[in-house]
């Protein structure tokens, strides 16, 4: 398997969002601002990249319906509990208390892609397929770097079911 193959990709940066909200609990004053607000960024390009490339093709590739509709649904809670942080006084305990719900949520979202939508995810789609995908992540972080451009808004099930995922490496 490469090591630009989507599942790869997606399973480095969620070992990112371990490290990076475990490493919030060493910072306070603006670097833990800056932090937050980079982590939270990365939160929401990395939600709608798996929306816009990895859950389409789980939907109508590896009969994962329900899957994708557990993983928008995760990803709204995600962007909601995000969101929340926001609204306290950074460093405050209602600011932590958020943190660790915003935490928490993602860390169950994770979990449950790595266990549950991956294994028949990688055997539906090809090794060649999964790579181009995975050159598509890397190029839709590019051009959203630290949110740029996204909304931040809640994801629709049947737009992301209905949404077509080129074949193919996008660099060709």
Do not use: C
Not at 27 to 34: K, M, R
Not at 54 to 80: C, K, M, S, W
Not at 91 to 119: C, I, K, L, Y
């Amino acid at each position: 398997m490469s090591d630009f193959e989507i599942t790869a990709l997606v399973l480095a940066e969620h070992e990112v969002f371990r490290r990076e909200f475990s490493a919030l609990e060493d910072l306070s004053g603006q670097e833990l601002a800056a932090a937050w607000e980079a982590l939270h960024a990365k939160l929401e390009v990395h939600a709608v990249a798996e929306e816009q490339l990895f859950y389409p093709l789980l939907a109508q590739e590896a009969d994962g319906e329900q899957e994708t509709a557990e993983g928008v649904h995760d990803h709204n809670e995600i962007r909601h509990a995000a969101a929340a942080v926001g609204e306290h006084e950074v460093g405050s305990e209602a600011w932590w208390e958020a943190v660790r719900t915003a935490r928490q949520v993602n860390a169950d979202h994770m979990a449950e892609e790595e266990t549950d939508f991956f294994p028949s995810f990688k055997e539906a789609v090809d090794d060649e397929q999964r790579e181009a995908l995975g050159m598509r992540w890397l190029a839709f972080h590019d051009e959203h770097e630290q949110a740029e451009g996204l909304s931040g808004e809640d994801a629709e099930l049947a737009e992301v079911v209905a949404t077509e995922v080129p074949e193919g490496d996008p660099s060709l």
